[in-house]
């Protein structure tokens, strides 16, 4: 049964208010380019009615540069039949600005399959390219300034891949920004480091919290490098499924550190222990030894008639004394012993786990090896050196204070025996 003549004007009806209403620029065009339908936005567009757009082209809305580019596009639709899916930029005569459309033109047939035209949808993306070229800039911008921050900056998963690393992180790694995504640290790095690396991580999941702390890495190049981490949790929904890291390098402070240690430590001139950490050290020893029932000999020495030295060949040869006189008695002493200088000329050695008959045997060894080492002055002359040494043993009760103001007595004892010798034993030498 054939639709009457109203009820085909109301399904034409029903199709142009539906196209009017579709969001997008609809419009049909002939062979020769002329619109034969447009919808209310084509019209909004060109501000004119459907009348007045109907039966002209597009040279009658666009400049020439447009105009041309429409033709190009359509006549591929009209001669080859093909659907063309392509950006398009318009700016009708009178707009302040272009529109950028995403436009789908196909062919129009007869029935006898001839083409007779086109049609076409044009979306406006106007605002949304906008928005990509503000987030495109955006995006380099960022990448700008993380690639030339001194810090390195990544992000993994929950698998420890990784998401993204800025240009140190991926350069620490050998890699580039592009290959280290998707990666984890055991297929860059040792097992072992990539298992010490994951400990952080591994608590900023577990407690979806931020975690700060060192890190120690070595690089590409085999340097240990030091790092202070912050590693920030990234939440979906409740769950922590991806984090942000940010490591500075703290190499050349923790190297400095060490250096600092080293200062206070070790005496300038020797290289032996320092007053202070002689000190702590022969307070550890010495609770060790009450805890196991053992004994340390505390020996105290210093160089006989030093002030002669000084004042006869001149304080620089003082100094070389001092140090020919350490290498003699570091060449007799053990691993285990502690040797430290105590001021000027004055030296201690703890010597661990020792028995008396071995504390002073250890300073006979001291004491020949200073007598027979070699100082020379500056103008070439021998330079005569020889020490003094007092040994004491610890008691269950006695301090460390005690142990040295004891020992301390002995090397008098020595020195009033005539100097260059060792003395054990309480009291006044003979």
């Not at 550190?257 to 032996?272: E, S, V, W």
Request: charged share 25%.
């Amino acid at each position: 049964m054939e639709a009457s003549y109203e009820e085909l004007i109301a399904q034409v009806f029903k199709l142009q208010t539906t196209l009017d209403h579709v969001g997008a620029f609809v419009y049909a065009k002939d062979l020769q380019g002329r619109y034969t339908y447009a919808n209310s936005m084509v019209c909004k567009q060109f501000r004119c009615s459907l009348e007045d757009v109907v039966g002209a082209a597009d040279d009658k809305f666009f400049d020439l540069a447009v105009y041309n580019h429409f033709l190009a596009n359509d006549r591929h639709v009209l001669t080859t039949g093909e659907k063309v899916e392509i950006e398009e930029v318009s700016l009708t005569k009178g707009d302040p600005g272009p529109t950028v459309c995403w436009s789908v033109k196909l062919p129009l047939r007869a029935p006898s399959g001839e083409i007779v035209g086109l049609c076409g949808i044009s979306t406006d993306i106007t605002e949304r390219r906008h928005l990509e070229t503000t987030l495109m800039a955006q995006k380099t911008l960022l990448g700008t300034v993380l690639n030339n921050l001194e810090a390195l900056v990544y992000m993994k998963d929950r698998q420890r891949r990784y998401l993204y690393a800025n240009a140190n992180a991926a350069e620490l790694f050998g890699q580039t920004q592009e290959s280290i995504v998707g990666q984890t640290d055991t297929q860059m790095i040792p097992a072992e480091e990539a298992e010490r690396l994951g400990v952080m991580d591994q608590l900023v999941f577990d407690s979806g919290q931020k975690s700060t702390g060192e890190e120690t890495l070595v690089d590409a190049d085999g340097v240990t490098r030091h790092y202070w981490s912050i590693k920030v949790p990234i939440t979906n929904h409740g769950v922590v499924d991806a984090y942000v890291g940010i490591s500075t390098d703290i190499t050349e402070v923790v190297q400095l550190k060490n250096q600092f240690r080293l200062l206070a430590n070790t005496d300038a001139l020797t290289g032996i222990l320092s007053r202070r950490h002689l000190l702590e050290r022969a307070e550890q020893e010495l609770k060790r030894v009450r805890r196991a029932q053992t004994q340390i000999a505390v020996i105290a020495f210093d160089i006989d008639n030093f002030k002669l030295v000084n004042d006869g060949f001149g304080h620089s040869v003082g100094d070389r004394a001092i140090v020919t006189v350490v290498q003699a008695c570091q060449h007799n002493l053990r691993e285990t012993d502690l040797f430290g200088r105590i001021g000027g000329d004055e030296f201690v050695v703890v010597a661990v786990d020792s028995d008396l008959a071995g504390a002073l045997a250890l300073a006979e060894r001291m004491r020949q090896g200073v007598e027979q080492s070699l100082c020379l002055s500056n103008d070439g002359r021998p330079v005569p050196l020889s020490s003094s040494f007092g040994v004491v043993m610890s008691e269950p009760d006695a301090t460390l204070d005690d142990l040295l103001t004891q020992a301390d007595g002995m090397l008098y004892c020595a020195k009033r025996a005539g100097r260059n010798c060792v003395w054990h034993l309480p009291g006044d030498p003979p």
